[in-house]
């Protein structure tokens, strides 16, 4: 059982940076921990992964925040579009992003791979030829959807036990602080309410037994569906799960506009990459028994609003990213851990690669 709500505010740390920084620590087993900062607020939120890869399924995966941060910034493009008139009463969005992970660890030849997500929008009075219009200028304002359309060369660095080291073959970034005095963080006020922001509503899961499911030779695919809708005024609720393999369902409140009763649909998706390279780095210390105390992660994301009037699509920068680990391997070791994380990220191969979702309005 958790101590506390999944996710909750937190005092905003003073910062003038137009970017998303994401701060993300690992706790005990799967379980980690980000406060993500935006030029708006600041939230603490938790992950977790199911029992297939040895979590307790307390908290959202990584993969689910990433999907409902997606589909939460589509719906919101596709209402604030909405100059027409189509009517979007009852509008339901899903969006399903699947993934494949194939490999050997011992050899270093896993990687894991993003396809092009799918999108399903179920608008039963509005016109469709004028919705699929909508929806595709909808894609291009999505901020979230920035970081699926265009091949981004996410970048890395690198300290072990205090020590910054040099990553063959980078572009060096400006050194960043060590993250960790940042989760002492105060709630705000009035935090316990939060307690629904983010909230199981499911675990009707198939294992019996918990296991690591993390062998040296992985063929693995993974599919993840998330359902948005709007709940109520500037709040769209978003359901994700699992359906490759099955798992719980998890809720996720997003405001759109503010965010002062629920974290932004691209506080989401900034947590989701990180939290989906932590798991990757522990899942390789784990299977290669290399040496991994703690990892805690510095992450900057940012994103240029879409200029419909010039043409212009929203664009995200590459990923920035400092990983602060604390280990008792050789340089070596460190090194391939970094490498083997970075290639096994399913949200930085997702990045990399240049998708064009698929649409489908029924």
Known sequence: MLNRPIAFPVIRPERDAPSTLTLARSLEGMRKEAIVITPKSAWSLLSDEGPALGGDDLAPFPLGYFAGGLAASLLDALTRLNKGGIDLSGVELMVETPYHLEGSYAKGTIRGSAMAPSITVRAPEADRAALRMLLHDALFASPAFAFVRAALANRFALSRNGTRMAIPHSIPLDPRPSPLPHFDAAPLPGAAAAASVVEKVSGDLPYTVKGSGILDTVKRAVLVEAQARIAEKGIVEAV????????????????????????SPEAYVAAGLAFCFMTQLGRYAHTTKT???????????????AEPAKGTPAAADPVLTWAFLESGASDPEILQMLKAAERTCFLHALCAATLRPRLAIR
């Open 291 to 305: 040496s991994l105390t703690s990892a805690v992660l510095h992450q900057e994301t940012r994103v240029k609003a």
């Open 240 to 263: 994700v799960r699992l359906t490759s393999p099955q798992g719980s369902r998890f809720r996720l409140r997003a405001e759109l506009g503010g965010e002062t009763r629920a974290p």
